[in-house]
Structure formats: C-alpha cells, structure tokens
T-cell receptor, first 112, second 112 residues
Framework: DAGVIQSPRHEVTEMGQEVTLRCKPI?????LFWYRQTMMRGLELLIY????????DSGMPEDRFSAKMPNASFSTLKIQPSEPRDSAVYFC??????????FGPGTRLLVL | GEDVEQSLFLSVREGDSSVINCTYT??????LYWYKQEPGAGLQLLTY?????DMKQDQRLTVLLNKKDKHLSLRIADTQTGDSAIYFC????????????FGTGTLLAVQP
C-alpha cells in the first residue's frame, strides 16, 4: 500500500486566498483525521471522520476552516479566507477501526 | 494539567541507550503510543502499549508504563545516528481510542 497520500506537499499563498488540502487514506481504513502542527501549539487534532461522517470537529479553529469526506478514499480541508497565522504543517492520518493511526507526509502551508 | 508533557531535548552518544519520558493525563486512556518524526517528514508509528500492560519490548525499543503515576517511557537500546528525530508520545483521551492527544515532542540528538 502507498500509505496515506497528501497533496500538495507544499503550498504558498497570499492572505485572503482559498486553500484546499487533499488526502487519500489507506485503502480499507474507515477513520480519517486532520491535524495541524506548529511550533507554538504542537500537534493538534482538527477533525476526524468515521465512515465519511464527521465525528468530532471541536478542534477546528474557526469558521474559516471546513473539511469534507465525500467518499471513503478522499477528504479535503479547506481554509477560506486564509490568514498568515494558518501557516503550519497539516497532516492527514487514517486508521482501521480504533487501531493505530498512520500519518501522511504532510502539507507545508505558508500564507503570506 | 491538560497537557501531555515531555522533556524538550535529549542528547546521547551513539551506542548508548536513550530514555525518553512522557507524563500523560487521562487515566482512562486505553492505548499509549510513541511516534517518530524525522525532519520534513510525517509521523511514523513506532510502537504502542495497551493500558493493562506495564512493559512491551520490540527489538531495540522498550516501552514502560506506570499507570499509577501516568508515566510512559521509551528506551532505545544501542542508539544510532539514524535514531535522531523528534519523538512524540500520545494518549487516547477519554477512552475513545481514536482521539489522540500528543505530547510536545522530545528532540533526540545522537552524537557520533
């Protein structure tokens, strides 16, 4: 298996622009997680899905952030409008049942 | 406190043992995990321990769990330069094994 796939790997954008991050979980996994990693706040869980349904979005920072999972093999995290403080590495992870989570390589986002 | 705590930095010589410590917060955590993050990469699952165990060994890795003190440690035997990375512990908070709360990370520097 290719593991969790994320795209793009790097994104540089200007404040106010819309940013869309993409994730393909490991085939057969039924849980998908979005995390954000920054120097100041460490690794934070933003939202997670089970069988494509959002279960807990209490970590989503504000209404500018939204996440969708239209099918079992694809999820997006969207930031609109983006702000410089959104600059971070965004990770997607997946798991089978309540097993161990496997992480993708991350998307490095820089908002100027 | 609310945070999963780790010491920030550990320096060892190649061939020595490394011990990375973690204090977690939720006594109902079912699983506790150790992840490794190399520069510019995602988090790689190293090992995990079920809460009813007090020790788990996996090749050069030994995990010790003290539930009374909510203390977790990772020992790496015969540390190699390739072990240089940031190590994160994570607890599954609230009994829901999917929701992981990560520690602050320990940077392990292995000197040749």
């Amino acid at each position: 298996d290719a593991g969790v796939i994320q795209s793009p790997r790097h994104e540089v954008t200007e404040m106010g622009q819309e940013v869309t991050l993409r994730c393909k979980p490991i085939s057969g996994h039924d849980y998908l997680f979005w995390y954000r990693q920054t120097m100041m706040r460490g690794l934070e869980l933003l939202i997670y899905f089970n069988n494509n349904v959002p279960i807990d979005d209490s970590g989503m920072p504000e209404d500018r952030f939204s996440a969708k999972m239209p099918n079992a093999s694809f999820s997006t995290l969207k930031i609109q409008p983006s702000e410089p403080r959104d600059s971070a590495v965004y990770f997607c992870a997946s798991s089978l049942g309540q097993g161990s989570q496997y992480f993708g390589p991350g998307t490095r986002l820089l908002v100027l | 406190g609310e945070d999963v705590e780790q010491s920030l930095f550990l320096s060892v010589r190649e061939g020595d043992s490394s011990v990375i410590n973690c204090t977690y917060t939720d006594s109902s955590s079912t699983y506790l995990y150790w992840y490794k993050q190399e520069p510019g990469a995602g988090l790689q699952l190293l090992t995990y321990i079920f809460s009813n165990m007090d020790m788990k060994q996996d090749q050069r890795l030994t995990v010790l769990l003290n539930k009374k003190d909510k203390h977790l440690s990772l020992r790496i035997a015969d540390t190699q330069t390739g072990d240089s990375a940031i190590y994160f512990c994570a607890e599954s908070r609230g009994g829901a094994t999917n929701k992981l709360i990560f520690g602050t990370g320990t940077l392990l520097a292995v000197q040749p």
